[in-house]
């Protein structure tokens, strides 16, 4: 798997930077009044929801669920329904969740979540049509146009008159890790996958229903690398063959170690280049991924942790980014936590540091930490 393969062989080690002193922190002696940036901080999460701080600034916040927990914990849906007016179904559009068998389509578990989004007025994000990964045994990858069409049809036609699914990841991580896991060194697909292929898929989702926003969705472009350069050159020839692309999706999953050394310079130009082309930019899987080494105290973690939050968002909104979705919302479901996906094994081998596995805005008693502050304030700064 190779994407496990990636999260469980990276070794980042950067000496972190010196904690910065951050600004928002800092008390206003001189004002009796607490000025709106101390309001939001000093206010519990339930007095500034993060989907009321976005739309203040025409933007959209929200985060991955999952309908299996929506269903049975109260607390969690009050939670999604508070702060979110955007979701993305961690797995229930899944390739493997609506068509398990072929030509048999399920979508109890998708209809549950757009149901939710229709009663608490949340935008749904349709993921994903075409992954290498959440596919069912039968299914080929690439698989051949046909199955493409029949899958495209039968699950772009279940939510084309759907009043909240608004958007689709048409397809997830075309862009192999390095130049090793590809065949075509321009734009770096996986093996076996044909530009044409992509292009081909792009066109069917417009011929079944082009009124959702389509997205190409990706990990590891969050700077000037390897990948990035070929994901760029793919978006530029899905525009030139004149079919609909609306918007990239950055997944920024960040790493904890090297956050501190974030090529800012390199997402910067990444953003721009997006904007450029005229396909709207926006952030999709939003998290942290913890790995080694730690800092000494929790407090400290999460505050590292708020501090990446802050810096990234506010590249992101001064690139007039309008959507942000976290990868997840708490920790108590972060997908870093389960077995398969915890990031080394570091973790896997040491339940005593699975306490730092937590990545989110909320904590897993669903309190807000200094994550929540620092995407709050993110947005709240936003121009
Ligand atoms: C992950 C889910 O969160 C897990 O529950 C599942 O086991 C595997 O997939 N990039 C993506 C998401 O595009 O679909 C992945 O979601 C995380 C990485």
């Known amino acids: 798997m190779p994407y496990r393969r990636k999260f469980l062989t990276r070794a980042g080690y950067t000496t ?68 979110c007016s955007i979701v993305t179904p961690n797995g229930e559009l899944k390739w493997n969740a609506t068509e398990p068998q072929q030509g048999l389509f399920t979508f109890e578990s998708a209809d549950a979540i757009a149901n939710f989004c229709q009663k608490h007025n949340i935008d749904m994000h349709g993921h994903t049509l075409f992954w290498h990964m959440g596919k069912p045994d039968w299914l080929p990858y690439p698989p051949t146009l046909k199955m493409i069409e029949r899958h495209v049809k039968g699950v772009m036609g ?121 396909v709207k930019p926006i952030i999709t899987e939003l998290d942290i991924i913890i790995d080694a080494p730690l800092p000494d105290s929790i407090e400290k973690l999460d505050q590292m942790i708020a501090d990446s939050y802050k810096r990234y968002l506010d590249l992101c909104f001064a690139a007039k980014v309008d959507t942000v979705i976290t990868w997840g919302l708490t920790d108590r479901h972060t997908w870093i936590r389960h077995p398969d996906w915890m990031p080394g094994k570091t973790f896997r081998d040491n339940p005593n540091l699975w306490k730092f596995l937590r990545p989110l805005p909320f904590d897993e008693k669903f309190q807000p930490k200094p994550a929540y502050n620092a995407i709050a304030q993110a947005f709240e700064q936003a121009t």
């Open 16 to 83: 972190l930077s010196a904690l910065l002193t951050m600004g928002f922190l800092q008390k206003d002696k001189q004002k009796e009044e607490p000025s709106a940036k101390e309001l939001v901080l000093n206010y519990t999460a339930k007095n500034y929801p993060l989907r009321e701080l976005a739309a203040a600034k025409g933007k959209r916040y929200g985060a991955a669920i999952s309908s299996d927990i929506l269903l049975k914990d109260k607390d969690y849906a009050n939670l999604i329904a508070r702060e």
């Open 158 to 278: 279940h939510y084309r008159n759907s009043k909240v699914l608004k958007s689709w990841d048409i397809a997830n991580e075309i862009i192999a890790d390095n130049e090793n896991e590809t065949d075509n060194p321009t734009y770096g697909l996986r093996k076996g996958v044909k530009p044409e292929l992509i292009r081909d898929l792009f066109l069917i989702a417009a011929s079944v229903d082009n009124s959702k926003e389509f997205y190409l969705n990706d990990f590891g472009i969050e700077g000037a690398t390897w990948k990035s350069e070929r994901f760029l050159k793919m978006v530029e020839y899905l525009k030139n063959s004149g079919v609909k692309i609306d918007g990239a999706g950055i997944q920024s999953h960040l790493w904890f170690s090297t956050a501190y050394s974030f090529d800012e310079k390199g997402f910067n130009s990444v953003l721009k280049r997006l904007n450029d082309l005229e």
